[in-house]
Each structure stands twice: as C-alpha cells, then as structure tokens.
C-alpha cells in the first residue's frame, strides 16, 4: 500500500479526455461516489450468496470506470474476476480479493470527497 | 437540434456520462443515453442516426438488442463497445450486422470519434445519391419531358402508363428525332425499377466487333487486349432497365446471341464459363420499319417477336398538328430561361412558318431551329425571318425541287403516295382516282 498521503488515483486522463473542463470532471466524480458504493454492495452481496455469475458481471461493469481514473492497485484486480469461469478458477481467493476492493475504494472514497470537497 | 442523435445504451453511468460528454464536444451531434436495454428499445421508434451498444447490459444481452436494433431498421450503424476482449464474440456481432467493435480502454473514445465521423460521411453521401436519383426522377416525370395535346401524341401518354406497370419488354418506334430515348427513359424512371440503372447502348455506335464484350462483357484473355475483366452492360444494369437502342442496326450473329440470352435469361461474358442471370427489362428503339427488315431477311423473326412486346410508335412531328406550335413555344421558354433572355413570342407569320414545314429531323430539329431563331430574333417577338428552315416547306416538298416533265411529275406523286400509304396500292389507287393497274404497270416497269 501506498503511503496514506498518496492518491490511490490519477486524474490526469479523465482530465485529458474532459479538454480540462473542471464543471463536468465535477460532474462526473459525483456520479462514480453515487453509484459506486452501491455496486460494491452488489460485489460483496454475490460472495455471500455464492452467485459468483453475477459477482462476474458486476466486476465486469465496475472495470471501466475504475480503469478511467488509473487506480492502478485495481487495474489486474478486476481484469482477474471479470468473467463466470475466472470467478470459478479464483473461488477459493475471492474473499480477499473482495477486502482488498473495498479497502482501496474506501481509501478512493475519501480521498475523492476531501479533493472535490464532497 | 442538430438532426444526427446518437444514442448511447451504458449501463454504467460513470463511463456512460463521459462517453456523452465526450461525443457532445461535436456540436453536431445530439446524444441522448440510456442505462438500460429496455429503456433504449423503448425509444428506438425515435430512430436514431448512431447507436453505441454496450455489450454487456443488465435486463438484455448486447447480442439481443442488436438483433431488435437490425429486425426495425438494419441502416442504423450499431458500434458495439464492450469489456470482452473476446475475438469469437466480436465476429458473431459483425456478422450480425454490428458496424464496429471496440473494446472499452483507453483509445476508445477516439475510436468511436472516428467512426462516428465516418459514419457520418457516409450517411451524407448516401442522402447525396438519394436525392440525386430524385432529382433524375423528377427530370423524367413524363408530363414535363414528352409535351404535346394531339390524339396521337395522347394515345403515347396512355402507351407509356402501361408499359410503366409491368416489366413486359417495350419496342420504341419512329422517326430520327421523335425522341424514342426520352420515353425508354421516362418508362424507366417512372416505374418499380426508377432506383435501378438504366443502361443504355446505342447499337450502331459500337463497332461490330466490340459489341459483344460491350454488352456481355468479357473474361481477362479472352482476347488479344483483353486485360482485365470487363463487365458487360446486361449485367451492369441488373435488375434495372437496359435500353438497346437503333437495333435495327446489329449484325445477324449478335443477334443470334440476343435471342439466346433474352430466352435463357442468362449469359456467358466472352471467354468464360460463368453463368450470369439476366434479369433487366429490355427496352429497344429503332427508326427502322423492323418487320420491313425481317421481311427483307435483315432482322431474325424469332428475335423480332421476341423484341416487339409493347410496341409504342412515335408519329412524326409534322402529323402531330398544334403541337408543333405548343412545342415551339415550350423550347423558345425554356431557351430563354436559360440563358437569362426576356420571354419571347412568335409572330402570326412565324407560326405559319413552322406549320407548313415538314420536319424530317422532328422535335430534335425543332428544339435547334427554335433556339437558333431566340438568336436571331432582334425584338421581343420572333419573326418568320428569324426561322430558318433548312429544307423546302411541305407544300413543295417533293414536286418543286426541280422541274420536270408531266410524266415525271406523275411518278413523284405515285412515288410520293406510295410511301405515305405503307405501299398500300390499293389505297394509293383510291386516293389518286386511279386504276391499280396503272400502278402495278408502273412498278412492273420499273418507272417508280
């Protein structure tokens, strides 16, 4: 883990591809903290249900927003369990796969509030 | 509103948003999103310019949507954008009719930039031909191209309309002139084949030789010359309309291979074993008398009845009474429109002019007489010195010309009657108050 003052995130792409306009990067993290939160309950409820096809898909859609804003210690996390039979392969490993989710999302949360003062 | 929407179908809404916001820096495009299949088919009745489909949705499956986006409209481009980096999947959607793929990562949105760009391209050029081709239609809406209010110019109007309903094959008749290629085409835009080609190849124009490969087409060797592949012009014009026009002109072996083809419905470019469907309408022109030719052993019968169909026969201007009048007016005007002139009208003298002449090049001749007299013409009225005509006037067409002999006169007039009358000597006979035997001694005797 990085040390605490250093952003798990880099924004620098998001940024580029926004043509710098501050109004809809605003915009846009608002959206990832709303949503988000509530597709990572969806990514722990699977485990406890042992719906591992769902925990596939929902990996699969959290991917490219997390790949958007480069936070790299979840780049090949999440490539990892993104797809039914991957899921299957990791099955015995998905509990820390997922603790390791959630710690750097919340780490992400915070530090994303505290930036856009949210 | 600018008139190209794209719709985007994410279910994600971070990468949803940014996909929008992305797209929307073109100030052309209108974006509108959905997160979900349902929502998104819900609105498809709103036919959208572009779609992007993420692949993977939650209620529908990519694969799902876009088979219900081709079943309403297979034209909307589809651009498949999706987390699966598996090749077996992004063929299956090619295949069924998705226009692109992308895997969502970094050069995505770049990506889908430049095919929307391209996709747009195309959608104008396509719109281009559109209203092109309707503009072709319109020139050829046959009010506005054959112009006229005598019976026979009417019974023509009524030929046309049938020979418009169906795709029996059409032979166009008459004089030099009486614009036989403007009603092949007028019977070709105005039909079910209007968006298929229209093909036309003048016969006579061709050289012998080249005739066959201009029509059949030929295979690369087939002859010294031979480079390439050629396609012919019955298969150009595929289910479209092919017009051979003057065929009175081809050579009895391309007739032959005619006949052959229009009975297979089917052909062999030259030099090759392939078997090519013929599926054209088959229209042809000739001012030849064509039964006259068969008779003479010029023209194959078998080809002639296959040929004749719908014969429509175009009655030479000089039989077309007012309509001279109604013609001359009508080039006179547009003329003028053309060249920025004031309107022009014609003097009582030039109008009796134009009556008592004969014609024998028919609205062609006509068209250039008119236009070289808005030339000439010094006042806002044309005059009869301002037409000028370039053979004698009817009255004296064929007997002044120069003098002769009673006698002589005598056999032009025969002569003359016998031509207007199709050689009908009994009519002739009739007509002349005379016996037909004077004219059957004169034929005998070789005088006329």
């Known amino acids: 883990m990085k040390p605490a003052n250093e952003r798990l995130y880099n924004l620098s792409y998001l940024k580029e591809q926004l043509g710098d306009n501050d109004e809809i990067l605003q915009e846009l993290i608002q959206i990832f903290l709303e949503n988000t939160p509530a597709d990572l309950a969806d990514l722990n409820k699977s485990l406890e249900n042992n719906d591992l096809e769902h925990l596939a898909a929902v990996a699969h859609k959290m991917k490219s927003s997390l790949a958007t804003l480069k936070i790299d210690e979840l780049k090949d996390v999440m490539v990892s369990i993104d797809k039914p039979f991957k899921t299957q392969e990791l099955k015995k490993d998905l509990p820390g796969i997922l603790a390791k989710i959630n710690e750097v999302l919340a780490i992400v949360f915070e530090q994303l509030r505290e930036d856009f003062s949210m | ?448």
Not at chain 2, 239 to 255: A, H, P, R, V
Not at chain 2, 395 to 417: A, C, P, R, V, W
């Open chain 2, 1 to 448: 509103m600018s008139n190209f929407k794209i719709f985007i179908v994410e279910d994600d809404p971070f990468y949803g948003e940014m996909l929008k916001y992305h797209i929307s820096l073109n100030p052309d495009y209108s974006v509108e999103k959905f997160q979900t299949g349902k929502d998104f088919l819900n609105n498809l009745h709103r036919n959208p310019s572009v779609v992007t489909l993420d692949y993977t949705l939650p209620d529908i499956s990519g694969l799902e949507v876009l088979k219900k986006i081709m079943a309403y409209n297979p034209n909307i481009p589809v651009i498949i954008v999706s987390g699966q980096e598996d090749v077996s999947t992004a063929v299956n959607l090619l295949k069924e009719g998705a226009y692109d793929y992308f895997v969502k990562n970094d050069e995505t949105k770049d990506r889908i930039w430049n095919s929307l760009k391209k996709i747009r391209e195309k959608l104008n050029l396509e719109k281009e031909i559109d209203s092109l081709k309707e503009e072709i239609g319109r020139k050829y809406i046959f009010g506005n191209i054959i112009k006229g209010n005598s019976p026979g110019i009417k019974k023509i109007f009524s030929l046309i309309e049938k020979a418009i309903q169906t795709n029996i094959t059409v032979s166009i008749t008459g004089e030099t002139g009486t614009g036989k290629d403007l009603v092949a085409k007028a019977i070709h835009y105005n039909s079910a084949k209007a968006n298929l080609p229209f093909i036309a190849i003048n016969v006579s124009a061709i050289p012998k030789e080249l005739i066959e490969s201009e029509m059949f087409g030929h295979e690369k060797g087939a002859f010294t010359g031979a480079v390439t592949r050629k396609i012919g012009k019955f298969e150009e014009a595929g289910k479209g309309t092919i017009f051979l026009d003057e065929i009175g002109e081809m050579d009895q072996y391309m007739q032959v291979k005619l006949l052959r083809v229009l009975q297979e419905k089917e052909l062999n470019r030259v030099g090759g074993n392939e078997v090519i469907k013929v599926n054209a309408r088959v229209i042809i022109a000739t001012n030849r008398n064509l039964a006259e030719e068969v008779k003479k052993g010029n023209f194959r019968q078998d080809l002639y009845f296959r040929l004749l169909g719908l014969n429509i026969n175009l009655p030479p201007l000089r039989d077309r009474g007012n309509d001279i009048l109604l013609l001359a007016k009508y080039f006179v005007d547009e003329f003028c429109k053309e060249n920025d002139l004031q309107k022009k009208s014609l003097s009582q003298k030039a109008q009796e002019k134009l009556m008592n002449y004969d014609f024998p090049g028919n609205v062609r001749e006509l068209k250039a007489i008119m236009e070289l007299a808005v030339v000439m013409a010094n006042s806002e009225v044309i005059d009869d010195n301002d037409i000028s005509l370039s053979a004698a006037t009817r009255s004296s067409n064929f007997l002044m010309d120069e003098e002769d002999t009673l006698q002589g006169y005598d056999k032009k007039i025969i002569k003359h009657f016998l031509e207007k009358y199709d050689n009908n000597i009994l009519e002739v006979a009739k007509k002349l108050d005379i016996g037909k035997s004077t004219i059957y001694r004169m034929i005998k005797n070789k005088e006329i």
